[in-house]
């Protein structure tokens, strides 16, 4: 009886570790895509919030150029970015007033993009597996510096 536990162990080893070892790959799965939105999400802004050319007024980059920012590096990450749950990033500017004679009451423009993209996820459950889509969302907001 002294190796019965452990013949047990080995046997509850081998039909509990497959389940919780794809757990980890697809929770690893979703933090490796919330991670990729957020820095795709913040090349975003950042395009957006850069000035273009100092001879041309410093205009704000368009939303198509935004948009091409965040699929490259969504692309760099290995996201497919035609699979994002609104087919374009939603792409929010904040045009504050500027009172740059006030420096207490001084505030800047800033942009908020947000991304979301579905993940699979496969839950075990006790007599088959279930494959669900999760939506991740990722939102950044950056304020424009001088």
Request: hydrophobic share 40%.
């Amino acid at each position: 009886m002294r190796g019965q536990e452990l013949v047990e162990f080995a046997f509850l080893l081998v039909l509990a570790f497959p389940p919780v070892l794809v757990g980890i790959v697809w929770v690893g799965r979703a933090v490796s895509v919330y991670q990729a939105l957020g820095r795709a999400g913040r090349e975003g802004a950042r395009i957006a919030l850069a000035p273009t050319c100092a001879t041309c007024g410093d205009t704000p980059a368009s939303d198509a150029t935004v948009d091409a920012a965040i699929n490259q590096g969504l692309l760099a990450a290995g996201v497919d970015p035609s699979k994002l749950v609104s087919p374009t990033p939603t792409i929010t500017r904040h045009n504050l007033n500027q009172d740059t004679s006030d420096p207490t009451n001084y505030k800047a423009p800033w942009v908020t993009i947000t991304l979301t993209y579905p993940v699979n996820w496969i839950f075990f459950q006790t007599n088959y597996w279930t494959n669900t889509k999760i939506n991740i969302t990722s939102t950044v907001s950056m304020h424009q510096e001088y």
